[in-house]
Structure formats: structure tokens, C-alpha cells
């Protein structure tokens, strides 16, 4: 840290004159010590992919998703970060979806429902005593405006509609990953091939299992109806196999 750094890094409200907000910043670094995210978007559909951090054998596991949230019937989210502030958030975004649905009688715009909870987000940048969210996101839903969509958005509040995109550890690695061998006619099961590939060569650990991560998506069913799916780990397992990613387990003979 730098001796100028100091002197402008304990307010989230004072800009150092290179004009940087450290306390944003760091809110930042914190979310490059969590899970890997990573989204990709396909014609079929919206692929959302998390890894899961197990910090201890001891822990017991979690029968819920911890990087995977429904938002509404056709949004979902994947976080990285601290937990604790991306709950706060997700309930926010759920209120906010169901008060647009109740006020308008169908369901809110997928960049629409991102921009409000940037919104927030950003004010807790520019007022004094607060801190930024630590917590990034990846939106994956569909509108009958636009079809399907990806957003990433992080503590500045600041967010953008992505093809492809990564957010937690390993961030860089995966997004260069993605850059080479993202195709604009992917399908849904090519994404979801691609985001295991990039995952597997980005996380830390050396191996790759249904354990350690979480897969969900956002399609739409023949009938119209969007839905949003979490693989279970029966499934994942079959996928990491199909795919190349592990090894079969070896039968006992």
C-alpha cells in the first residue's frame, strides 16, 4: 500500500487525487478471494457455474445452493463474495421483482431489475459511513424484450450485459479463457460444456467433483414457460464424466 493511499482510504466518500475510491477497490479484492462464478450465455439458454469453497472436512454440507439464487420465475443469480452482504441484496431484488409483478401484472425487465439493485449498491459509495457491498453478481434471465441476458455487476454499481463473463478468484485466467473459445451460435450444452472446462482449469483445487460445485440455468420450455434449473450432484457427476472433466469412478470388482 502506498504512503498517499493511506491518507484517502478510510472514507468511501473522499476520491485520492488520481481520482481512484479506495474503499471500493478493496470491496473488490475481497471478492477475488471467493469462489469462481462463471456465466455464459447461448441461444437456448443462460448457463450459470460456481465453485463451491469447502474450507473444512469437518463442514457439514449444505443441502441448499450457496452460489445459486432465484430471484424471480425468470432471473437467477450466481455471487461471489461475502455471503452475509449478498443476502441483503438478494432480498432486496426479490421484493423489488415481486412489487413490479403486483404493480404491473407481468414480470420486470431482467436489466431493469439489475439497475435498481446497482442503484442501491452505488449509494453505499457515496454516502458517509457506509461500506460498499462486498459482493459481486452474475444475472442470468429472459424478457420478452430482449430474450435471454447476462449482467455482471460489482460493488461500484456499476454492471454491463455480457456473452461471457467470470467473476471471483482466478477471474483474469478464466475470462481470457473465455474470450478464445466463446462461439455466438453456442448452444445450451456446448455453454455448459465450456463453463466446466474453464472452471476446472481456473479453480484451485486439482480436481474437480460434484461436491465442489454448482450448476444452474434459465431456458425456456416448449409450453413458454421460463424455468430455472439446479443440476443435482447425481447429475454433475455424469456431466463432469461425459465431458471429460474427471474420471469414471472404477467399478468394484
Same mark, same amino acid.
Given at each position: 500500500?502506498?504512503?498517499?493511499?493511506? $491518507?484517502?482510504?478510510?472514507?468511501?466518500?473522499?476520491?485520492?487525487?488520481?481520482?481512484?475510491?479506495?474503499?471500493?477497490?478493496?470491496?473488490?479484492?475481497? #471478492? !477475488?478471494?471467493?469462489?469462481?462464478?462463471?456465466? #455464459? +450465455?447461448?441461444?437456448?439458454?443462460?448457463?450459470?457455474? /460456481?465453485?463451491?469453497?469447502?474450507?473444512?472436512?469437518?463442514?457439514?454440507?449444505?443441502?441448499?445452493?450457496?452460489?445459486?439464487?432465484?430471484?424471480?420465475?425468470?432471473?437467477?443469480?450466481?455471487?461471489? /463474495?461475502?455471503?452475509?452482504?449478498?443476502? #441483503?441484496? #438478494?432480498?432486496?431484488?426479490?421484493?423489488?421483482?415481486?412489487?413490479?409483478?403486483?404493480?404491473?401484472?407481468?414480470?420486470?425487465?431482467?436489466?431493469?431489475?439489475?439497475?435498481?439493485?446497482?442503484?442501491?449498491?452505488?449509494?453505499?459509495?457515496?454516502? !458517509?459511513?457506509?461500506? %460498499?457491498?462486498?459482493?459481486?453478481?452474475?444475472?442470468? !434471465?429472459?424478457?420478452?424484450?430482449?430474450?435471454?441476458? +447476462?449482467?455482471?455487476?460489482? %460493488?461500484?454499481?456499476?454492471?454491463?450485459?455480457?456473452?461471457? $463473463?467470470?467473476?471471483?478468484?482466478?477471474?483474469?485466467?478464466?475470462?481470457?479463457?473465455?474470450?478464445?473459445?466463446?462461439?455466438?451460435?453456442?448452444?445450451?450444452?456446448?455453454?455448459?460444456? +465450456?463453463?466446466?472446462?474453464?472452471?476446472?482449469?481456473?479453480?484451485?483445487?486439482?480436481?474437480?467433483?460434484?461436491?465442489?460445485?454448482? +450448476?444452474?440455468?434459465?431456458?425456456?420450455? %416448449?409450453?413458454?414457460?421460463?424455468?430455472?434449473?439446479?443440476?443435482?450432484?447425481?447429475?454433475?457427476?455424469?456431466?463432469?464424466?461425459?465431458?471429460?472433466?474427471?474420471?469414471?469412478?472404477?467399478?468394484?470388482?
Amino acid at each position: 500500500m502506498s504512503i498517499l493511499s493511506i $491518507a484517502y482510504d478510510s472514507r468511501t466518500t473522499i476520491f485520492s487525487p488520481e481520482g481512484r475510491l479506495y474503499q471500493v477497490e478493496y470491496a473488490m479484492e475481497a #471478492i !477475488g478471494n471467493a469462489g469462481t462464478a462463471i456465466g #455464459i +450465455l447461448s441461444k437456448e439458454g443462460v448457463v450459470l457455474v /460456481g465453485e463451491k469453497k469447502v474450507t473444512s472436512k469437518l463442514l457439514q454440507t449444505s443441502t441448499s445452493t450457496e452460489k445459486m439464487y432465484k430471484i424471480d420465475d425468470h432471473v437467477a443469480c450466481a455471487v461471489a /463474495g461475502i455471503m452475509s452482504d449478498a443476502n #441483503i441484496l #438478494i432480498n432486496m431484488a426479490r421484493v423489488q421483482a415481486q412489487r413490479y409483478t403486483y404493480a404491473y401484472q407481468e414480470p420486470m425487465p431482467v436489466e431493469q431489475l439489475v439497475q435498481s439493485l446497482c442503484d442501491t449498491k452505488q449509494g453505499y459509495t457515496q454516502f !458517509g459511513g457506509l461500506r %460498499p457491498f462486498g459482493v459481486s453478481f452474475l444475472f442470468a !434471465g429472459w424478457d420478452k424484450n430482449f430474450g435471454f441476458q +447476462l449482467f455482471m455487476s460489482d %460493488p461500484s454499481g456499476n454492471y454491463g450485459g455480457w456473452k461471457a $463473463a467470470a467473476i471471483g478468484a482466478n477471474n483474469q485466467a478464466a475470462q481470457s479463457m473465455l474470450k478464445q473459445d466463446y462461439k455466438d451460435d453456442i448452444t445450451r450444452e456446448e455453454a455448459v460444456q +465450456l463453463a466446466l472446462k474453464v472452471l476446472s482449469k481456473t479453480m484451485d483445487s486439482t480436481s474437480l467433483t460434484s461436491d465442489k460445485l454448482e +450448476l444452474a440455468e434459465v431456458f425456456v420450455l %416448449p409450453s413458454g414457460e421460463v424455468k430455472y434449473q439446479v443440476r443435482s450432484p447425481d447429475s454433475l457427476s455424469k456431466l463432469l464424466v461425459k465431458f471429460g472433466v474427471t474420471q469414471a469412478p472404477a467399478e468394484a470388482s
